[in-house]
């Protein structure tokens, strides 16, 4: 006796796997930024922080983006729900550091009874050493990059100097010793909120460092009618 019952059996359809969100430069910016106060803070050191934003400005994907900060305070930065916020109409996004990341090349400058320069597009690390010995250095920092939130320049200026210019949207803190000799600082040290630092430090032995501010560019006066 047979029942009076069809089965009929359907196949389903495999479930595709969701597509990887693609990150943009705001996300990768706002976990580096998350990368360089947990340098500043002790937490990460120059090597782990360089190799975490290798990582972080070879991602193609917020998943790629997720793991970087895993392990650090302000991991929710780091956009795990895989979409950027959008700013509320009428509200000002948070502030974000100018130019901070990328990787550094050098980390010393040396004028012995000779002159030295960087400038242009360079990227400061966290700690760069600048040794004037009876010889120049100077230090253009207004189209450079930093290798953190804050960086320390370590100087020493013996029967030498040493010229720093910092660019109005950072933060300078000036900190050295002179002995027959001196450090001057720029008329305005503080910055906008969450923009880098330049600490310098050191000493000037019978030398000079100047750290200072661009010049500001004078505009042409325009003469009107005349006589």
């Not at 009076?4 to 930024?33: C, F, H, K, W």
């Not at 002790?42 to 994907?61: F, I, N, P, S």
């Amino acid at each position: 006796m047979t029942s009076g019952y069809d089965v009929t059996v359907t196949e389903l359809s495999p479930v595709p796997e969701p597509i990887p969100m693609r990150a943009s430069n705001a996300d990768r910016e706002r976990v580096a930024q998350v990368l360089n106060v947990a340098m500043a803070d002790g937490r990460l050191d120059v090597h782990e922080l360089q190799e975490r934003l290798d990582v972080v400005y070879g991602a193609k994907t917020l998943a790629e983006l997720e793991p970087v900060t895993r392990d650090l305070p302000g991991h929710h930065v780091s956009l795990t729900k895989g979409a950027t916020p959008v700013p509320v109409p009428g509200s000002s996004p948070a502030p974000v550091p100018p130019r901070i990341g990328g990787g550094w090349t050098s980390t010393m400058s040396v004028a012995i009874m000779s002159g030295a320069d960087r400038k242009g597009d360079w990227v400061v690390p966290p700690k760069y050493t600048a040794v004037a010995v009876m010889g120049g250095i100077e230090l253009d920092l207004t189209e450079a990059r930093y290798g953190a939130a804050e960086v320390t320049i370590n100087v020493v200026a013996i029967m030498g100097g040493i010229e720093i210019t910092v660019p109005d949207d950072v933060g300078v803190i000036v900190e050295g010793i002179g002995v027959m000799g001196g450090f001057t600082e720029p008329a305005t040290t503080v910055a906008p909120p969450g923009a880098p630092i330049v600490r310098v430090t050191g000493l000037a032995l019978m030398g000079g460092v100047d750290v200072k501010r661009p010049k500001k560019k004078k505009q042409k006066k325009q003469l009107i009618g005349g006589g």
